[in-house]
Each structure stands twice: as C-alpha cells, then as structure tokens.
C-alpha cells in the first residue's frame, strides 16, 4: 500500500521526464490528424451529392471532436518530450497540468457521448423507421450535439471548484483526473460518476450496434428467402442495397470492438483503485488513459475503411454500373423508373 502511494505521488509531483519516447506520440499525433482530415473530406464529398442528414451532422461532429482533441493535447505531450520537462514542470502553478486534464476529460464525454447518440441515430433509423422520420430532425441533431458539449464542459469545471481533481501520471507528459484510491469523500464519488457514466455509455452503445446488426442480418435474410420469384432488375436492387448494408455493418461491428476494448479498461481501473487491493497501480492506470486516447485516433479510420469497401465494391460492379449514376440510374437499366437513390446510408 505504501508503494502504491509513494509512486503515485511521484508521478503527481515530478518536475523531469525521466523515460519514455516521443515516437508513439507522434505517431498518435500524425494518424489522428490525417485520418480525421480524411474522413472529414470523404464525408463532405459525399454530403455534397446528397441532402445533408442527422447521421453526417453527428459523424461530422464526432470528428470534428476528435480533430480538436489531437490539435489540444498532442502538442503539449511532444512540447513535454522536447524540453525534458513535465507537464507539473513546465509552469509553477500547474495551470498546464489542469488544461490537459480538463481537455483529456472533456474530449473523453464528450466523443464518447456522440458516439452513443450515433449508435442510437442507427438503431432508430434502421430498427424505427417511422418513429425516426417523424421525430428526429437535422435541429435535434445540433441540439443533441449543443448539450453534449455543455454537459462534458459543465462536468469538467468541477474539479476547479474543489469536486474532484486533476493530477500528473507517468511520465509526466499525462494529466488527468485522480483515480487513486488513496483519495477519499467527493473525490472518489467524482471519480466514480465519471466511470459509472462512461459504464453507461458503453453499454448503451453496444446494445444498440448490436440490434442494427440484427436488424441488418433479418434483412438480408429476409431478402434471400424471396430471391427466388424477382426478375434481374429487382436482384440489381438488393445488390445495391446489400452494398450499403455491409457498409454499415461493417463499421459498426468494428466500433462496437474498438468501443469496449480502449473505454472499458479505464472504467475497470477506477474500480479496482476503489478497493485498494493493489499495491502498484501507476502503470496499469496509465495503459487504461492510453488505451482511452487511442478510441478517438482509430474512429476517423472506421468510417474511412467503409468508403474504401464501397470503392472496391463498385468497382467490382463497373459492367453493371456503366448505366448508373449516383443517385439515379438510366432508364435502359430501370425501365423508365429509378431503382434506387443511393445517396444516403439505410434507414
């Protein structure tokens, strides 16, 4: 116990950063950058031949999150690395420390919360059909958007005011809340708000990815079972269709993975630092913040492997697809009808 507590004030109060490498930062830094830039222009150049939708508005503000997250904190971690200083370091009264801290917290709820919404935005669109078009709207999605940034800033300027607190973790280029156990009263309830909500989170937006998942693989099914009795045009159709399909379903069984995999570690850590059952707890706390950052560099990567799936898909179509274009097909290919409008993913 001892330990555990002397290595945790180490890390708290350490004025050197005495190990690790600027490599894998810089790295985190780059492929978060780049694969946030990518997504964003794929996404604008397919909202361009499309009317703009709920599920683009809340993408477009999940990366835009994330780029804004890789912009403020990255480059303090790399000034860490530079100037042989840490965070604690670098200025007297901590202010850099306590910027980290609430930029790391804030950037955490607030991705993770617009995750879950798009999670939900799937389920309705997919699972509740007539219930999403006649409640949710464009409005509702900036609105949700608006509160979430609110509620994460609102959470975050507690510790400011006493309720919780901001510390230093190894190798000093890390700030964020105190997860120790060795804190006690309104800092550990603090603590445990923000884990029990993360929990909540978690669990909501898996529940949800997996019912579109279900409702995706019902379709598809259901689709087979009547393949039989349709002419060519229709099975032209149900390719189409099956092609947005798999696009969704792809990105979303690959979210549902990396969601529980880089959030629920940090959730864990809190709650095993409850029981103080552990002696040394510095490192497996700084895996856990690790692993939390990595979820917002890898998001921009699962929408942009989709796009590429649907290039190589239709590109596998090309003889099927010299009488098509986005949005509409010929009437050699349709009869005189459009088929399909493929402009906008399923709901």
């Not at 409005?139 to 609110?150: D, E, F, P, S």
């Not at 000093?172 to 156990?181: D, P, Q, V």
């Not at 409850?274 to 699962?302: E, Q």
Request: glycine share 6%.
């Amino acid at each position: 116990m001892a330990n555990s507590l002397s290595n945790n004030s180490k890390c708290h109060v350490m004025v050197d950063v005495e190990f690790g490498q600027p490599i894998p930062s810089a790295l985190m830094f780059a492929a978060g950058v780049v694969g946030n830039i990518v997504a964003l222009v794929l996404l604008e150049v397919r909202r361009r031949r499309t009317s703009p939708s709920l599920y683009h508005i809340l993408v477009t503000a999940l990366l835009m999150t994330d780029l804004l997250g890789s912009f403020s904190v990255s480059p303090v971690v790399l000034t860490a690395y530079a100037r042989g200083k840490t965070l604690v370091g670098m200025n007297a009264g901590k202010e850099l420390c306590a910027y980290f801290g609430f930029s790391m917290t804030f950037l955490s709820l607030s991705t993770l919360s617009i995750v879950s919404v798009i999670a939900l935005e799937r389920y309705l669109s997919i699972g509740r059909p007539y219930f999403y078009e006649r409640h949710l709207s464009k409005l509702r999605g900036y609105i949700t958007v608006a509160l979430i940034y609110l509620g994460s800033i609102l959470f975050c300027v507690a510790p400011f005011l006493g309720f919780g607190a901001y510390v230093q973790y190894c190798p000093g280029t890390w700030c964020f809340l105190e997860m120790s156990h060795k804190k006690e009263g309104k800092d550990q309830v603090y603590i445990g708000l923000y884990a029990s909500f993360i929990l909540i989170v978690i669990t909501s937006t898996v529940v949800c990815n997996i019912s579109v998942i279900f409702h995706l693989v019902m379709m598809q099914r259901k689709r087979k079972a009547r393949r039989s009795g349709e002419y060519a045009r229709s099975r032209y159709r149900r390719s189409l269709s099956m092609s947005e399909e798999v696009e969704h379903l792809l990105p979303l069984a690959i979210i549902t993975v990396v969601f529980i995999c880089c959030t629920f570690p940090l959730v864990l850590r809190v709650y095993i630092n409850f029981t103080g059952s552990h002696t040394d707890t510095s490192h497996d706390d700084l895996v856990a913040l690790r692993l939390l950052s990595f979820h917002s560099i890898i998001n921009p990567w699962v929408f942009i492997i989709p796009s590429i799936v649907r290039i190589i898909w239709r590109k596998s179509r090309k003889p099927q697809k010299s009488s098509m274009i986005w949005g509409k097909t010929h009437a050699s290919v349709t009869g005189g009808e459009p088929c399909c409008a493929v402009t906008e993913p399923p709901k």
